[in-house]
C-alpha cells in the first residue's frame, strides 16, 4: 500500500457527516456549467473503496491524488490515434460512508476513450494506495440524465440546506477528509466568466431556511 501519511493535511482528517451549503451549491452549478461549456458529464463511475486495500482515513486523499497525477493529464493528452480533441477535465464526486465507503464520480469522457479509462482505473487506483480486492469495486454507468445524476450524488447535504436545492436528504454517514470536490473548469470563477457573457444565468433559489422542521 502506498503511504499516504506524508500527504495529510488539517483539511484531510477533517470529519463530516454532510455535504455542506457551498459544497452542494457548487456541485449543483457544476453539472449545469458542464452542460454550458459543451463538457456534459456523460458518465457515473462509483468506487467502493471499502474493496480496496485503502484505509478510510487515507481514501480522500488518494482519490485525489489520482485525479491529480493520472485522469487530469489522460484527458488533457488523447492519444494520437483517437479521433478528439484535449479537453480539460469537466468531473464532481462525491465520497459516502453508509454501510461501505464509496465514491461516485460523474465525468466528461468522450466515447472513444471511455474503454481506455475503464481500463486504467484499477491500475491508478492501485498506484495512490487503493487497489481493488474485488471485481465488484468498480461500476460504470451511462449518466442518461446528468442532472438526475448530481441529484443521487448530493443526498448527503446537510438537512438545512437540501431544500433550497431541491434535494431529498439521506444520512451518507462520516468521512475523514474533503467529502466532495469539482474539477476547476466548473468551478464559481467558470460560473462568474460565464454569468458575465450572458451565457449562464442566475438560478432563483429556494430559501436556505425552507427545509422542513427550519
Same mark, same amino acid.
Given at each position: 500500500?502506498?503511504?499516504?501519511?506524508?500527504?495529510?493535511?488539517?483539511?484531510?482528517?477533517? $470529519?463530516?457527516?454532510?455535504? @455542506?451549503r457551498? *459544497?452542494?451549491? @457548487?456541485?449543483?452549478?457544476?453539472?449545469? &456549467?458542464?452542460?454550458?461549456?459543451?463538457? *456534459?458529464?456523460?458518465? $457515473?463511475?462509483?468506487?467502493?473503496?471499502?474493496?480496496?486495500?485503502?484505509?478510510? @482515513?487515507?481514501? !480522500?486523499?488518494?482519490?485525489?491524488?489520482?485525479?491529480?497525477?493520472?485522469?487530469?493529464?489522460?484527458?488533457?493528452?488523447? *492519444?494520437?490515434?483517437?479521433?478528439?480533441?484535449?479537453?480539460?477535465?469537466?468531473?464532481?464526486?462525491?465520497?459516502? @460512508?453508509?454501510?461501505?465507503?464509496g &465514491?461516485?464520480?460523474?465525468?466528461?469522457?468522450?466515447?472513444?476513450? $471511455?474503454?481506455? &479509462?475503464?481500463?486504467?482505473?484499477?491500475?491508478?487506483?492501485?498506484?495512490?494506495?487503493?487497489?481493488?480486492?474485488?471485481?465488484?469495486?468498480?461500476?460504470?454507468?451511462t /449518466?442518461?440524465?446528468?442532472?438526475g445524476?448530481?441529484?443521487?450524488?448530493?443526498?448527503?447535504?446537510?438537512?438545512?440546506?437540501?431544500?433550497?436545492?431541491g434535494?431529498?436528504?439521506? *444520512?451518507?454517514?462520516?468521512?475523514?477528509?474533503?467529502?466532495?470536490?469539482?474539477?476547476?473548469?466548473?468551478?464559481?470563477?467558470?460560473? $462568474? /466568466?460565464?454569468?458575465?457573457?450572458?451565457?449562464?444565468?442566475?438560478?432563483?433559489?429556494? !430559501?436556505?431556511?425552507?427545509?422542513?422542521?427550519?
Amino acid at each position: 500500500m502506498v503511504d499516504l501519511r506524508t500527504a495529510n493535511s488539517a483539511a484531510s482528517t477533517r $470529519l463530516s457527516r454532510h455535504i @455542506n451549503r457551498k *459544497p452542494a451549491s @457548487n456541485i449543483y452549478h457544476a453539472v449545469r &456549467l458542464a452542460e454550458a461549456i459543451g463538457t *456534459p458529464l456523460t458518465h $457515473l463511475f462509483t468506487v467502493n473503496f471499502s474493496k480496496t486495500n485503502c484505509l478510510a @482515513n487515507f481514501t !480522500s486523499a488518494a482519490w485525489q491524488r489520482l485525479l491529480a497525477r493520472h485522469f487530469t493529464p489522460w484527458i488533457r493528452r488523447p *492519444p494520437k490515434e483517437v479521433t478528439v480533441t484535449a479537453s480539460e477535465p469537466a468531473y464532481v464526486w462525491v465520497l459516502e @460512508n453508509s454501510g461501505d465507503l464509496g &465514491l461516485h464520480w460523474l465525468v466528461h469522457v468522450p466515447h472513444q476513450r $471511455l474503454a481506455d &479509462l475503464e481500463t486504467k482505473l484499477p491500475g491508478w487506483l492501485s498506484t495512490v494506495g487503493a487497489t481493488p480486492i474485488e471485481p465488484a469495486a468498480i461500476d460504470v454507468r451511462t /449518466a442518461t440524465s446528468p442532472r438526475g445524476a448530481a441529484y443521487y450524488l448530493l443526498k448527503g447535504t446537510n438537512p438545512v440546506y437540501a431544500a433550497g436545492l431541491g434535494v431529498q436528504p439521506i *444520512p451518507q454517514g462520516e468521512v475523514v477528509g474533503k467529502r466532495s470536490g469539482f474539477s476547476r473548469s466548473l468551478g464559481p470563477s467558470r460560473k $462568474l /466568466a460565464l454569468r458575465a457573457a450572458g451565457q449562464y444565468s442566475r438560478r432563483r433559489y429556494v !430559501s436556505w431556511s425552507a427545509a422542513p422542521g427550519h
